[in-house]
T-cell receptor, first 115, second 116 residues
Framework: AQTVTQSQPEMSVQEAETVTLSCTYD???????LFWYKQPPSRQMILVIR????KQQNATENRFSVNFQKAAKSFSLKISDSQLGDAAMYFC????????????WGAGTKLIIKP | SAVISQKPSRDICQRGTSLTIQCQVD?????MFWYRQQPGQSLTLIAT?????????ESGFVIDKFPISRPNLTFSTLTVSNMSPEDSSIYLC?????????????FGPGTRLLVL
C-alpha cells in the first residue's frame, strides 16, 4: 500500500526567507500524481501545486516550487520570499493512476512565518 | 474549478443525537468525498459518494454510523448518527475536478462538530 511521510511536524521561517518542506512517499506504481495542499487556520484546503510523475520537469507556481526526485521517492516543497499569508498547515498527498481518485495524505507540516 | 459550500459551518450537539451535514457544489461532479479531520491532524477518508450508487466506506467507517446520500450531481449529505464525544471533529467534503493544472480535489470549508 502507498504511504506518504512528512517528517517535519512544524517549521518556522523568517518573513521574506525561503523554506523547504519535506515529503517522501512509498509506492510500487510507476505513474501517479503528487500534490501539496495548504490549509490556513480558516480550514479551507486549497491546492498549492501538482506534479505528474511522468514529467521530469519540476512544477512551479509563482513562489512555490517542488523538487521531485522520483528515484528517491521524494517530493519537497520550496516556498520563496515567505509571506505572512503562507502560514498554514501544508499537506503532501499522493494519488495513483488507478486509485478511484482517492488521495493518500501525509501527516502535515505546520508552517510558522516570523515577521 | 468548483466552489463548495457546507452547512452547518459548526455545531454543538448532545451525545446520542444525530447531525446531518450538507455539501453543495456549484457544478455537476461525479465523485464526492467525505473526510474527517481532528484539529491539527491529517485527513481521514470516510467514504466516496458517487451519484446513483451506494457510498463506498473506508475501513473503520460503517453506513449505520455515517449514512450518506447523493441524490444528484451537485449535492450530498453526511449524517453522524448516535454521536459521542469521540465524533468531535471537522468534517470536510471534497469533489474531484479539473482546472488549468489538471485533475485535483476541491474542498468545502468544513463543518466543526463538538459533541458534549
Amino acid at each position: 500500500a502507498q504511504t506518504v511521510t512528512q517528517s517535519q511536524p512544524e517549521m518556522s521561517v523568517q518573513e521574506a526567507e525561503t523554506v523547504t518542506l519535506s515529503c517522501t512517499y512509498d509506492t510500487s506504481e510507476s505513474d501517479y500524481y503528487l500534490f501539496w495542499y495548504k490549509q490556513p487556520p480558516s480550514r479551507q484546503m486549497i491546492l498549492v501545486i501538482r506534479q505528474e510523475a511522468y514529467k521530469q520537469q519540476n512544477a512551479t507556481e509563482n513562489r512555490f516550487s517542488v523538487n521531485f526526485q522520483k528515484a528517491a521517492k521524494s517530493f519537497s516543497l520550496k516556498i520563496s520570499d515567505s509571506q505572512l499569508g503562507d502560514a498554514a498547515m501544508y499537506f503532501c498527498a499522493y494519488r495513483g493512476m488507478d486509485s478511484n481518485y482517492q488521495l493518500i495524505w501525509g501527516a502535515g507540516t505546520k508552517l510558522i512565518i516570523k515577521p | 474549478s468548483a466552489v463548495i459550500s457546507q452547512k452547518p459551518s459548526r455545531d454543538i450537539c448532545q451525545r446520542g443525537t444525530s447531525l446531518t451535514i450538507q455539501c453543495q457544489v456549484d457544478s455537476q461532479v461525479t465523485m464526492m468525498f467525505w473526510y474527517r479531520q481532528q484539529p491539527g491532524q491529517s485527513l481521514t477518508l470516510i467514504a466516496t459518494a458517487n451519484q446513483g450508487s451506494e457510498a463506498t466506506y473506508e475501513s473503520g467507517f460503517v453506513i449505520d454510523k455515517f449514512p450518506i446520500s447523493r441524490p444528484n450531481l451537485t449535492f450530498s449529505t453526511l449524517t453522524v448518527s448516535n454521536m459521542s464525544p469521540e465524533d468531535s471533529s471537522i468534517y470536510l467534503c471534497s469533489v474531484e475536478g479539473t482546472d488549468l493544472r489538471g485533475e485535483t480535489q476541491y474542498f468545502g470549508p468544513g463543518t466543526r462538530l463538538l459533541v458534549l
